[in-house]
C-alpha cells in the first residue's frame, strides 16, 4: 500500500496537473448535495471496459503523479484520493477546492467506479489576511498599541482605589490631619487616569473600527472580482445566493471578530495578566483561593456560553431559513400568483418563522438564567472574598484598601476571562467566515478575463471554423454533449444550427462565445485559436450575442444599450435603437431613453426587450452575431418586427443563429441539422427539403403542429 500525501497539492509539482484538471471540473466535486455523497459517474466504466474521458483523465494524472512521487511522502493526509489498484490501494490526499474526494478504481485497474466527495471546511490563510492588513498596517499598529495602554492603565485602577479606601479608613481610626487635603491628590490622580484610559479607548476604537471597515471593504471588491472573473462552469456549480452571503454575511462576520478579537482580546489578556500580578501582590493568601475557584467558574460559564452560542448559530440559521423562503417568493412573485400560491407561501412562511420565535424565546430563556445565576456567582464570590479577606484584615495581614483592590482587581479577572472565553468563539467563527471569503479569492478562472491573449491588428473577416470539437460541461463530465463537431462558417455569411431539443445547440455558441472551452479541438477565428485570443476582446467587440430571454439590468433604456459599448453617445445609442426598431417605442414612453426598465427589464414587454437588446448588441458593431432562439419567446407581430430588426442587424455580419422555428432561417446561406452532438445533414433549405432527410422531416413536423 502506498500513502502517497501531500497537502497543498497546488504547490506540489507532481499533483499540479492532477489539481488543474479537478479544477476544471470542480462541478463534480462541489455538487450541492449532503456533506457526504456519491455519484455515479455517468459513463464511467463503458461497454469496452475503458474509462471515461473525465475519469480516464483523472486516472491517468493521478497514475503520472504516482510515478513521480518518491520525493513527497510526507505529511498526514487532509483527505485521500484513493484508487484500488487490484490488491493495492493507492491513497493520494488531496485538497480540491476544499472538497476531500475519493475516486475508486475496480480490481482491472483501468475503470473508477465511483466518486465520493466529502465537504471540507476551507483553511483560513494568514497570507491572504496579512496582504488586506498591510496596508492599514500604521493604524493597526495604533490601535494595538493604545488598546494595550487603556489596559495597562486599567490594571493601576484597583490599586488607586485601595490607597483612596486606606486614606478613608485611616481618617475614620484616627480622625487626624486634614481629609480634603489628603484625598485631592489621589483622587485627581485616578481622575486623571479615568481620563486619559477614556481617551486612550476612543483612540483605539476609532482606528480599529477604520482598519476593520477599510479591511472589509478591500475584500468585498477583491471578492466581487474574483467572482467575477470567474468563467461560467464556476457559476453553474455555485449557487448564487451562496456566493452573495460570502460577499456581505461572511465579510461582515469577519470584520466584527477581526475587531473584537484585536480589541478586546487584546485588552483582556493584558488585563487578566496584570490583575493577576496585583492580585498575588495584595495577598498571596487571597489569591491563592482565587486560582481554585475562579477557573472553574469560568470553565462552567465557558460551557454553558457555548452552549448557548450554538442555540444563536441555530436561531439565526433558522432566521435565514425564513428569510430564503421570503426571497425565493418575493423574487417569483409572478410564478407564485400564477399557480394561485399565495396562500401555501404565506403559511410555509409562518411555520419558519414560528419555528424561529420559538429558537429565539428558548435563546432568551437560556441567556436569562444564565445571566441571572451569573448575577447570584459573582455576588457570592464578591461575598467570599469579603469574608475571607475580612478574617485576614482581622489579623492584620491586610489593610481596607488593600481588600477593595483585590475586590476591584479579582473583578476586572473575572470579566476579562469571561471575555477571552467568548472571543475564543467569536475567533473561530471569524476564521471560518474569512476561510470561506478567502477560498475564493485564490481561486483562477480556467479562462482568464482578459490579458494574457493577444488582439489581432488586422480587421476581421469572421470566418469561424469548428474543428473537430468535443465537448462535455464540467458539471456532468459523464455527458458528452459535443462529438466531434466539425462546422465552417464563411465570412459574412449566415449559418443556421437545427436540431433536436439538449441536441448540443446553444452549446455550440456557448463556445464560441469562450463560456467553456472543449475537451478536445479548436475553434478557429481568421484562422486564430480562439484561446489565444483575449477573451474580453472576443466578447466584448467581436461577439454579438442576443438569446431568447434578454436580460436587462434595473436602469435606464440608454444606459442598458449603452452597456454594450460603454463609451457610445448619446446619438450612437439613438442610432443602435432605431436599427433594432427600438426607438418608436422607446420615445412613445413619457420619459424616452430615460425610461427605467425596472428590475431584470420586468416593465418591458418580451418583444421590446428584445429589441432593447439587439440594440445592446448592434452598438458595439460585432463582425459575428450569434442569435440563440431569438425570436422563439415572442408573439407573431413582436416576431415580425424584430425579425425585421434582426435582417436588417445580420447584413455584412457572420451570423450564426440557432434556431426552433424553422420558419425564421430558410433563408440562411447553410443550415445544419444536429442530433447527438453532432452535424449530420448540411445544406440550403431547398437542398435539405429535397434531400427527404431530417431537416424535411422536422419541417413537415413544425407545419402539421402549425395546422393543429
Ligand atoms: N451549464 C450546463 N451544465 C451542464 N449541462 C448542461 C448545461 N447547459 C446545457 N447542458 C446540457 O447540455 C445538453 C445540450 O444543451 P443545449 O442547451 O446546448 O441544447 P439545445 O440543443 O440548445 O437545446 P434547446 O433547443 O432545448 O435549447 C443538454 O442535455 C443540457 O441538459
Redesign the pocket.
Known sequence: MFHLLCNRVSTTAPLRPLYSHLNRTQGLWRQPRSRLYTTQLANAGNSSGQPSNAAGRIWGLAQAAVRQSACWMSKPPGGALKFILGPVVLTISARVLGSVAYCQADVNNNVLLELQAKETEPEFDWHILWEFVKPQLFALLGAVVLAFGAAILNIQIPLMLGDLVNIVARYMREHTGNYMREMRGPALKLLGLYGLQGLLTTGYIILLSRVGERVAADMRKTLFQSLLRQD?AFF?SNKTGMLVNRLTADIQEFKSSFKLVVSQGLRSVTQTVGCFVSLYVISPKLTGMTVVILPCLVGAGALIGSFLRRLSRLAQEQVSKATGVADEAIGNVRTVKAFAMEEREMQLYAWEVDKSCEMNESLGSGIAVFQGMSNIVLNCIVLGTIFAGGSLMAGDEMSPGDLMSFLVASQTVQRSLASISILFGQMVRGLSSGARVFEYLSLEPTIPLSGGGRIPYKSLTGRVDFMNITFS?P??PG?R?LKNFNLIIPPCKTVAIV??????????A?LLERFYDPSSGVIMLDGLDIRTLDPSWLRGQVIGFINQEPVLFGSSVMENIRFGKPEATDAEVINAAKQANAHRFITGFPDGYNTVVGERGVTMSGGQKQRIAIARALIKNPSILVLD?ATSALDAESERVVQEALDRATTGRTVLI?A?RLSTIQRADLICV?SNGRIVEAGTHAELLSKGGLYADLIRRQRSEGEK
Do not use: N
Open positions: 461560467v453553474d460541461y458539471t456532468r455527458q454533449i436540431g433536436e431539443s439538449g441536441g448540443g445547440k446553444s452549446t455550440v456557448s432562439e440557432i426552433h444536429m
